[in-house]
């Protein structure tokens, strides 16, 4: 079992930024890959971007050139960058780690943390 705990969510202006951590325990994360999605008031949750456990990245469009997912295996630990932030970028962020991925955007993810959550006013 893996277990993740999101944290770095909060508050910030249209252009700001933020970084989020994916704190993993119970096991190393060296061997999963790792991703970012995210869940909007009312729509459905939504692939972010990913990172392979050898390092490759995948972004969704809407975030592309803004975001940068990044892992640190030492220290167990996902990042997410974010920068110019908008408005449609608050949302409920998920944090979420597999053996296999084999399409983009994920199919499917083996763990879940519980979110946090990242407001960007206008």
């Known amino acids: 079992q893996v277990q993740l705990v999101e944290s770095g969510g909060g508050l910030v202006q249209a252009g700001g930024s933020l970084r989020l951590s994916c704190a993993a325990s119970?096991?190393?994360?060296?061997?999963?890959?790792m991703g970012w999605f995210r869940q909007a008031p009312g729509k459905e949750r939504e692939f972010v971007a990913a990172?392979?456990?050898?390092?490759?990245?995948y972004y969704a469009d809407s975030v592309k050139g803004r975001f940068t997912i990044s892992r640190d295996n030492a220290k167990n630990t996902v990042y997410l960058q974010m920068n110019s932030l908008k408005p449609e970028d608050t949302a409920l962020y998920y944090c979420?780690?597999?053996?296999?991925?084999?399409?983009?955007?994920?199919?499917?993810?083996?763990?879940w943390g519980k979110g946090t959550l990242v407001t960007v006013s206008s």
């Open positions: 119970g096991r190393t994360i060296t061997g999963y890959h």
């Open positions: 979420a780690a597999t053996i296999r991925l084999p399409t983009i955007p994920p199919s499917a993810m083996d763990y």
């Open positions: 990172i392979r456990s050898g390092g490759i990245t």
